[in-house]
């Protein structure tokens, strides 16, 4: 199956840097997604963006699909920007739509 | 903006017990999933369903666990038969289409814990 790399696998911040988080896929997707996890477990999801690029606020992503991989750009960081943030995708082979996940990346933001 | 809904946020059980976690996906949404993380570890995804009818499942899914649409609206996860290794968070999700681009819309997860 298709795999997906993350990095890099942690992150420490001071508060108001800016930051790039990796996401690396195998093979073609026709789906990709990223999520933030906090500190409680809940997924939170951030961007559907299987191709291009989004912005929503101090967070912005950027997939090039062509060359398999993803890039998740967090600015003026803040403290509540901690947990895991985790790139999900999906392979147009694949019949049923799950998703593969990456292992994520665990980012501190420090005050 | 539409969102997948899951109860309880954490269910605290005894290891043999029965468990049924409860899942209200988006209303005009066809496709149902769920997925498993244990602590510290990366989401991995159990089962499918579609048209009322498991899809695909992975090797996790083994018979302690059934899927089950019991009405129009909710979508349950039971495990029959609880083991402490299947402590872990519980997330399901929805999506309107399979075939194209579409997106998935993820609830918010429920914690097990068994003891």
């Known amino acids: 199956g298709i795999q997906v790399e993350q990095s890099p696998p942690d992150l420490i911040l001071q508060e108001g840097a800016n930051s790039t988080l990796r996401c690396n896929f195998s093979d073609s997707v026709n789906n990709l997604q990223w999520f933030h996890q906090n500190p409680w477990g809940q997924l939170i999801n951030l961007f559907y963006i299987p191709s291009g690029t989004k912005q929503n606020g101090r967070l912005s992503a950027t997939t090039v699909a062509t060359e398999r991989y993803s890039l998740l750009y967090i600015s003026s960081s803040q403290t509540t920007d901690s947990g895991v943030y985790f790139c999900a995708v999906k392979n147009p082979t694949d019949s049923w739509g799950k998703f593969q996940f990456g292992a994520g990346t665990q980012v501190v933001v420090t005050p | 903006e539409p969102e997948v809904t899951q109860t309880p946020s954490h269910q605290v059980t005894q290891m043999g017990q029965e468990v049924i976690l409860r899942c209200v996906p988006i209303s005009n949404h066809l496709y149902f999933y769920w997925y498993r993380q244990i602590l510290g570890q990366k989401v991995e995804f159990l089962v499918s369903f579609y048209n009322n009818e498991i899809s695909e499942k992975s090797e996790i899914f083994d018979d302690q666990f059934s899927v089950e649409r019991p009405d129009g609206s909710n979508f349950t996860l039971k495990i029959r038969s609880t083991k402490l290794e299947d402590s872990a968070m519980y997330f399901c999700?929805?999506?309107?289409?399979?075939?194209?681009?579409?997106?998935?819309?993820f609830g918010p997860g429920t914690r097990l814990t068994v003891t």
């Open positions: 999700a929805s999506s309107e289409s399979i075939t194209g681009w579409y997106e998935q819309y």
